[in-house]
């Protein structure tokens, strides 16, 4: 059985969601939704998501994510404390988990294998009756933006020296990893080609682009501190027609950026709709800032935004400098606009589309194979997990 902590179940597409859900066919797998690292404040989107919070533990029923077996995975949103920092707030934390996971994993009939994406775990990982951890190292969470960046890399640090195995998305975080004492197996993310491929009627998207002036150049995600205000900036006033659109849930931006010209936002979309988007996109684009959280990142949306066909320019970026034969690569807002501006005439050119077929080397099936052998300890681990 696995037992995975991490982002909730069905709220984001998350790597680790991707990686899950090919596994269900062969693995009973329980998921924990937990309450999440970053610190309560007095704002909309803390109440919004403590109501959510407040109803799943009100549930007495678990929830079901569909997949390869009946009632698999089931979903558990265990009772937490919204706090890390002091010792007294780990301390309830682990006793709230323990009492509720602790009675899942005794009545397990098969060896319990863990997967963690977040470091919160830490003070349960010696006290919990699984055979193996496995840290899913996702992203820097000392660097990422709202945390309480000081304590999630004391934590961070615990969950590496207690567990069994490391599986990272990048080599930046790779290299991370080992300076705190570990390998780290390299593990990208993954792409569904053919979901790419495939736009369907996407009706909320078609209205979601209603009224806009084309060409649209558009970009989905969470739109936070990482976005690069002055490459927007620099764009919107080059652009003499057009619009910017930037889709998904707004996290404390520089509050200029909504308010450019021609930039207009859109709240976030179901997963199924953005093919739709990205097939009616001139230009589909990243402008990270490069900051030591996206340096380490391995953003979805790259390999998304190369399946749809479409034009990609994006940020220099570790991550993206190893598709630079598949995209535009830029480094200045002065080469960001230049490069948005000429694909906006000149379309996707013919070389980058070539060299995007070797992502029909990326699937999601085939991550979740090498990411499986490393959680369950395979001897095939090590010929699979390099899997670029």
């Known amino acids: 059985m696995l037992l995975v902590f991490s982002d909730d179940w069905g ?11 090919h596994l269900l066919p062969r693995h009973a797998v329980t998921w924990v939704n937990t309450i999440g690292m ?3 404040t007095l704002d909309w989107s803390t109440v919004r998501r403590a109501g959510e919070k407040l109803r799943s533990w009100g549930s007495r029923r678990n929830n079901h994510g569909g997949g390869g077996v009946a009632e698999n995975p089931v979903v558990l949103s ?11 707030d780990r301390w309830l934390n682990r006793k709230l988990l323990e009492r509720q996971l602790k009675p899942k994993i005794e009545a397990a009939e098969e060896p319990v294998y863990a997967v963690t994406t977040i470091p919160i775990v830490a003070d349960v990982m010696d006290s919990l009756n699984v055979a193996r951890w496995t840290y899913y190292c996702v992203d820097d969470f000392s660097a990422w933006p709202g945390l309480d960046q000081q304590t999630m890399e004391i934590m961070e640090r615990e969950v590496i020296a207690r567990c069994d195995a490391v599986v990272a998305v990048s080599e930046t975080l790779v290299s991370r990893v080992a300076e705190r004492g570990k390998a780290a197996s390299l593990l990208p993310h993954g792409v569904d080609l053919s979901f790419w491929s495939h736009t369907g009627e996407g009706g909320l998207a078609i209205e979601a682009i209603q009224g806009l002036e084309s060409p649209l150049i558009v970009f989905w995600g969470v739109i936070d501190t990482r976005m690069n205000l002055e490459w927007i900036r620099r764009l919107s006033s080059d ?14 931006p520089d509050p200029t950026l909504l308010s450019l010209p021609r930039v207009v936002h859109r709240p976030s979309m179901p997963l199924e709709q953005l093919p739709t988007l990205g097939a009616r996109a001139d230009v589909l684009i990243m402008p990270y800032a490069d900051l030591a959280v996206t340096r380490a990142m391995q953003p979805l949306k790259l390999k998304e935004y190369m399946a749809t066909g479409k034009p990609v320019v994006a940020s220099r970026l570790p991550a993206t400098q190893q598709w630079s034969d598949c995209i535009d690569v830029t480094a200045t807002a002065e080469e960001f606009s230049a490069a948005v501006r000429q694909r906006l005439t000149a379309g ?24 499986e052998a490393i959680v369950m300890n395979s001897p095939v681990a090590a010929a699979e997990t390099k899997v670029a």
Do not use: N, Y
């Open 239 to 252: 652009l003499t027609c057009g619009t910017i659109l930037l889709v998904g849930p707004v996290d404390a």
């Open 11 to 21: 709220r984001h597409p998350s790597s680790c969601q991707h990686l899950v859900r």
């Open 38 to 40: 970053r610190p309560p």
């Open 78 to 88: 265990p009772k937490m404390w919204p706090w890390f920092r002091r010792g007294h």
């Open 348 to 371: 996707v050119a013919a070389s980058q589309l070539a060299a995007r077929k070797r992502l029909e080397s990326e699937s999601w099936a085939q991550k979740a194979l090498a990411f």
